[in-house]
DNA sequence: TCAATAGTGTCTGTTAGACAGTATCGC
DNA sequence: GCGATACTGTCTAACAGACACTATTGA
């Protein structure tokens, strides 16, 4: 039998029925915290519970379109605003039991989004808001939701040591405090203002001058500061490491 | 509709049929030179061509398990061997015409393993080798596999330098010439004898002596080397960072 | 004896981090 | 003026990397 013949006579249907989704876990910051959007669910399974957006996957679309599509029909962006979110992949959970309803492998997804408008409720959803990560212990998730939101957080906190994604969680134009504010939001500490400077402008390629600076000074004085941009720069050499991760890794 | 009749009702073969393997990218050191395992196909579709093992996640196995079930099914491989081998997820792979027969996404894992013997041709497989990554240039890869392997490689260095896990490329114990053997091999750079030894002594957790020496020096002179087995560390801290990425990663 | 390796000592350039100091702003 | 911030200078401890040296082994 060759391959034509071979695939004509394929049948799909032959295997057990496995479903793939795409959710996503996007990530912002607002008023200085960070942020995790999530939906309230209106269809079953888990109705009501808050869960991650996210959905299957069409025939026709790659894993990340999947996982695009499902964030802007979630928070109705599109266009350049869209274009400006990073979205990557996460992992994949599948075990047996995770879905009620049949095997459903989720492929989930890691966003940066720069502050974003409050999301509609889309679809299937009843609602959906952007919660403070804070707020998060005292809420309960839908499926393995909350195991998947613990791994985007751990992986968007390694992941601004050695790339230069916090700049997608700041506007085009952002200050070197502004961009020491995504650091301190996302990793829970406070970091050294001067020597945070210092160390942003030595990595090659991290940021770039714009050559102009803030109209004012900061809300609570201090002078104006001078605008940069993300530079060309995928990886930061070398890394900006998170102070004392102690000996907890091992 | 309460959730128990929602899921009375539920039809799991309503939406358009999806399949789910698991694929390994199985990687071990043979005679100083990095290998990988792969497979001749001997079905339909990309049959006589070499693939990585893998094949459909069965209805009451995890992502992880089909994959260590794969391995084993393709090394022969059991037991206490099997268990010395590690299984972490890679990425998944879901492009819509990534396989002619139908929609297949691959969760595609990465496996580092001590010195393996020879596979053994698995059931859907004509022939089952390890292959040094070197030869892999010349050889074409069935569906989207060269791709899943340049991944996994790059994951595999980049793991190498923050985690332990060149521990299990060697058996139980092991001299600190064999462990800088494995960077070496794994990172394509010689590395200075003197300065990895030091290094890799003061990274707390990352090995521990046994007390005992090898029986005879080295094939080619040297006196006796202590032995060290693995550390209890999972992670390196600081980490062995791999010398001149230059300026590649802009 | 010779070549190779294990393991340690030492030096230097670089860097992270602490601290200080000046200039500029909002209030 | 006062407090806060932007940005720069300086010092120190830690570290990576280069080099050197001794001791021990196989051939």
């Known amino acids: 039998m060759n391959e034509q013949d071979f695939l004509a006579a394929y049948d799909p249907n032959a295997y057990p029925a496995v479903a793939v989704t795409a959710d996503v876990v996007a990530l912002t910051i607002r008023d200085g915290a960070l942020h995790l959007l999530l939906i309230r669910r209106g269809a079953q399974p888990y109705a009501g519970h808050w869960a991650l957006p996210g959905g299957f996957v069409r025939?026709?679309?790659?894993?990340?379109?999947?996982?695009?599509?499902?964030?802007?029909?979630?928070?109705?962006?599109?266009?350049?605003?869209?274009?400006?979110?990073?979205?990557?992949?996460?992992?994949?959970?599948?075990?047996?039991?995770?879905?009620?309803?049949?095997?459903?492998?989720?492929?989930?997804?890691?966003?940066?989004?720069?502050?974003?408008?409050?999301?509609?409720?889309?679809?299937?959803?009843?609602?959906?808001?952007?919660?403070?990560?804070a707020e998060l212990a005292s809420r309960q998730l839908a499926f393995d939701h909350r195991r998947i939101v613990d791994d985007g957080l751990e992986r968007a906190r390694a992941k601004l040591e050695y790339t230069p994604l916090a700049t997608r969680f700041l506007p085009p134009e952002f200050t070197i405090g502004d961009l020491r504010g995504v650091y301190e939001t996302v990793w829970g500490?406070?970091?050294?203002?001067?020597?945070?400077?210092?160390?942003?402008?030595?990595?090659?390629?991290?940021?770039?001058?714009?050559?102009?600076?803030?109209?004012?000074?900061?809300?609570?004085?201090?002078?104006?500061?001078?605008?940069?941009?993300?530079?060309?720069?995928?990886?930061?050499?070398?890394?900006?490491?998170?102070?004392?991760?102690?000996?907890?890794?091992?």
């Open 59 to 133: 025939p026709d679309e790659d894993l990340a379109t999947g996982a695009r599509r499902e964030l802007a029909e979630e928070t109705g962006l599109g266009g350049e605003p869209l274009r400006r979110v990073h979205v990557e992949q996460l992992a994949s959970y599948g075990a047996p039991d995770r879905d009620p309803r049949m095997r459903i492998v989720s492929v989930a997804h890691l966003a940066f989004a720069p502050d974003l408008p409050d999301p509609a409720a889309g679809t299937d959803a009843e609602a959906a808001a952007w919660v403070p990560v």
């Open 189 to 250: 500490h406070p970091l050294h203002p001067g020597n945070f400077h210092r160390k942003v402008l030595s990595v090659p390629g991290f940021v770039e001058s714009t050559g102009t600076s803030t109209e004012r000074g900061g809300s609570r004085g201090g002078p104006r500061a001078r605008l940069y941009r993300a530079g060309d720069a995928r990886l930061l050499h070398p890394a900006l490491l998170r102070p004392a991760k102690e000996e907890t890794a091992r």
